[in-house]
C-alpha cells in the first residue's frame, strides 16, 4: 500500500523548459513535503519542502505547490537545465506525532533533452 | 566539511550471515536514520537513532537492529540475512532529533545477499 505515489517513471523535457513532477498521497495525517534529487552514485540530496499549512514554495528555479484537498503536490523547475537530469523523489511526513521517519515515492526520472 | 560518510561501499553475503554497515554523520549533526532502498523503489525508513537510542522505528523486523556512538556515529545490523535485503541501505544524518527533516544522505552502502 503506497501512501506516496510517482505515477511517471520517467519525463523528457527539453533544455530550456519547464519541468513539472507530480505526486500523490494518500495518508491525511501528512503534513510536511519534501523533494529530493539523486544522482547516480550518489546519495539523495534534499531540494525543496512545503509544509501543509502553505500552498507554494519557492527557491530560485525551483518551486512546490502543494493542493490539499486534492492530495497533490508538484515540483516546477524553471527553466530546465542539463544538471538538472536525476531521479526526483517525493517524500512526506506526519509531525503531529508519531512520525515513522519519511515516507518515499518510487521516483521520477528526469531527463533534459538539449 | 566532510558529508555523511557511508562504509564499505558494497558488501557481498550468503543467505542466513549477519552484516554491519557504518555511518559517520555530517559534522555537526547528531541524529541519524537509515533508509533501505530496494530497486525500483523509494527509500524505505528502518530506524532512527538520536541521544544512542532508538526514536523511531519503521516496518522493518528485529533482524534489523542498530546503534549510535557517543561520537554519533551509527551502525546497522542485519541478521539472519535473505536474499531480499539485498538494497542499497542509505544513512541519513540530521541535527536536533526528530521533526528536524533537512536530512543530508551518504551514498549508501550496496548489499547483495546470494
Known amino acids: 500500500d503506497q501512501q506516496v505515489k510517482q505515477n511517471s517513471p520517467s519525463l523528457s523535457v527539453q533544455e530550456g523548459r519547464i519541468s513539472i513532477l507530480n505526486c500523490d498521497y494518500t495518508n491525511s495525517m501528512f503534513d510536511y513535503f519534501l523533494w529530493y534529487k539523486k544522482y547516480p552514485a550518489e546519495g539523495p540530496t534534499f531540494l525543496i519542502s512545503i509544509s501543509s499549512i502553505k500552498d507554494k514554495n519557492e527557491d530560485g528555479r525551483f518551486t512546490v505547490f502543494l493542493n490539499k484537498s486534492a492530495k497533490h503536490l508538484s515540483l516546477h523547475i524553471v527553466p530546465s537545465q542539463p544538471g538538472d537530469s536525476a531521479v526526483y523523489f517525493c517524500?512526506?511526513?506526519?509531525?503531529?506525532?508519531?512520525?515513522?521517519?519519511?515516507?518515499f515515492g518510487k521516483g521520477t526520472h528526469l531527463i533534459i533533452q538539449p | 566539511d566532510a558529508g555523511v560518510t557511508q562504509s564499505p561501499t558494497h558488501l557481498i553475503k550468503t543467505r542466513g550471515q549477519q552484516v554491519t554497515l557504518r555511518c559517520s554523520p555530517k559534522s555537526g549533526h547528531d541524529t541519524v536514520s537509515w533508509y533501505q532502498q530496494a530497486l525500483g523503489q523509494g527509500p524505505q525508513f528502518i530506524f532512527q537513532?538520536?541521544?544512542?537510542?532508538?526514536?523511531q522505528r519503521g516496518n522493518f523486523p528485529d533482524r534489523f537492529s542498530g546503534h549510535q556512538f557517543p561520537n554519533y556515529s551509527s551502525e546497522l545490523n542485519v541478521n539472519a540475512l535473505l536474499l531480499g535485503d539485498s538494497a542499497l541501505y542509505l544513512c541519513a544524518s540530521s541535527r536536533g532529533g526528530m521533526n528536524n527533516y533537512g536530512y543530508t544522505f551518504g551514498s549508501g552502502t550496496r548489499l547483495t545477499v546470494v
Open positions: 517524500a512526506a511526513i506526519s509531525r503531529r506525532g508519531g512520525a515513522d521517519g519519511l515516507t
Open positions: 537513532y538520536y541521544e544512542e537510542e532508538e526514536r
